[in-house]
């Protein structure tokens, strides 16, 4: 549904600073050029929802806006629903983003103009007749649960409400792809679960192939079939969700997984961990379970069969979608010979072992 291929942008700064898209100017120092996205491979398929992640300044916005070309790429090819984007005339262009819905952040409602008015503003545009601008926005009204606020405006709705007008405006030409812009960053938590609980479900029942950009690990939790990383840049990352959480290939990619999961080793062992093992040291070790791993007594066959004790020193399991995936931090003890044989032993039964370093052994 959505194809994006060797897709690069950069901006040449012609003036001050300021006038640079957001993302641009985070990493704008003394340079005359700014590569926003680089060699960007991206396959969205029909009917999925994919997030795209990464700190700000990343170029997660810039990607986003060229998939419907309010960014024009420097370079690359974009393809949606069949059509080549960048090829098409201003006005087969503004055919062609009928089909492809947007909501953002701030949620960019008209402040004069009440819900139904705000939905039924693009259908307007198109030149619908009334009747028909009815027939087609009091649906949405009732699937984005608006119903009752039809007559109400911006400034009488919380930042949930406002949210789901956007959604319903962005749904009143029946796009086929909707992208969304960090849509619940400005959201209190309960508020963005709701908000997910709708895009799943307008994704389930209407077949929408979802885009969206984030920042927020709990949403490609919730919602996304597949995820991309992106760093200054460049995707650097994709996989299934179950199997980024479960085991990402990045530095980068661990450094959210570890963020969103709080599971760090104490500051004091931190500390004294050490990159070699030596003679007379034991590995720390963190664990990734899942699927039928998580109820596996392993850890009790594993002191058994290798004749090492295990430290448990932080573990929680997590809920990732349909899967469940099991955490652990854990000191290894005993010789260097049982505790390799230990390490082994783990990843003979598919669990991902990441040894975090060694520390000196008490005895």
Known sequence: MITLSNVSKTYHLTGPRGRLPFAARRRDTSARTIEALKNVDLHVPAGSIHGVIGLSGAGKSTLIRCVNLLERPSSGSVVVDGQEMTTLSNSQLNQARHRIGM??????????????????????????????????????????????????????????????????????SEPRVLLCDEATSALDPQTTGSILTLLRDINQKLGLTILLITHEMEVVKSICHRVSLISDGELVEEAEVGDFFTAPRTRLGREFLNDFLQLEPPKALIERLEDAPGEHTH?????????????????????????????????????????????????????PEQTRRAIDYLEDHDLHVEVLGHVQRDD
């Open 103 to 172: 909501i953002f952040q701030h949620f960019n409602l008209l402040t004069t103009r009440n819900v139904f008015a705000n939905v039924a503003l693009p259908l307007e545009l198109m030149g619908m007749k009334r009747a028909a601008i009815r027939e087609r926005v009091l649906p949405l009204l009732e699937l984005t649960g608006l119903t009752d606020k039809a007559r109400q405006y911006p400034a009488q709705l919380s930042g949930g409400q406002k949210q789901r007008v956007a959604i319903a405006r962005a749904l009143a």
């Open 283 to 335: 590995p720390v070790v963190r664990l990734a379970f899942s699927g039928d791993t998580v109820s596996t007594p392993l850890i009790s066959r594993l002191a058994r069969e290798c004749g090492v004790d295990v430290s448990i020193l932080q573990a929680k399991v997590e809920s990732i979608q349909e899967r469940t995936l099991g955490l652990m931090i854990a000191e290894l003890l005993g010789p």
